[in-house]
């Protein structure tokens, strides 16, 4: 079974500048997530996905950061314009949970290191 | 706000030593527990859960037990090897899944 697809793997840009980041959950997954690792820390949720509607974005800052999952397959994470502190890993990660599921394994992708000049 | 608190590291230890990665949490509720492990330039992936009080996880030889009473989720290990050098993160979940909040991680060195 393919794993979570992340690209690009990793991605330099100038300070103001836009960048798209993709992903690709596992077959089948209907919960998919974004979230963003600053060096040192551990993951933060930015968004969560159920099929294509959005579950929890209350992280996200939203007038810079937009994400989409048009279908309920894949999806991309838009920073415009890019800050300093945006550098960090932006991880995707997928689950399947059933309707009354106790717990929520999700499976992640390799991320996208984002180095912000 | 809910929130995971594990200890500092990194923590340095020579093969088959034994190993506790401290891990309290912070919940309304009763969430479900996770460890998930990070070993160099790899993806984040689930190494033991538990959904609910006393449960015991375990995998790979680590053990984790869930303490509601002193709202713990301690990682341990009995006899630690090189290969298992990699950042652990603690991470709990509410029940529905809908959210998950990580600790920040501890970062676990193995000496041969």
């Known amino acids: ?117 | 706000g809910d929130s995971v608190t594990q200890m500092e590291g990194p923590v340095t230890l020579s093969e088959e030593a034994f190993l506790t990665i401290n891990c309290t949490y912070t919940a309304t509720g009763y969430p479900s527990l996770f460890w998930y492990v990070q070993y160099p330039g790899e993806g984040l992936q689930l190494l033991l859960k538990a959904t609910k009080a006393d449960d015991k996880g375990s995998n790979k030889g680590f053990e984790a037990t869930y303490r509601k009473e002193t709202t713990s989720f301690h990682l341990e290990k009995g006899s630690v090897q090189v290969s298992d050098s990699a950042v652990y993160f603690c991470a709990l979940s509410d029940r529905k899944g809908f959210k998950t909040i990580f600790g920040a991680g501890t970062r676990l060195f193995v000496k041969a």
């Open chain 1, 1 to 117: 079974e393919a794993g979570v697809a992340q690209s690009p793997r990793y991605k330099i840009i100038e300070k103001r500048q836009s960048v798209a980041f993709w992903c690709n959950p596992i077959s089948g997954h209907a919960t998919l997530y974004w979230y963003q690792q600053i060096l040192g820390q551990g993951p933060k949720l930015l968004i969560q996905f159920q099929n294509n509607g959005v579950v929890d974005d209350s992280q996200l800052p939203k007038d810079r950061f937009s994400a989409e999952r048009l279908k309920g397959v894949d999806s991309t994470l838009k920073i415009q314009p890019a800050k300093l502190e945006d550098s960090a890993v932006y991880l995707c990660a997928s689950s399947s949970p059933t309707g009354l599921a106790s717990y929520n394994e999700q499976f992640f992708g390799p991320g996208t290191r984002l180095t912000v000049l």
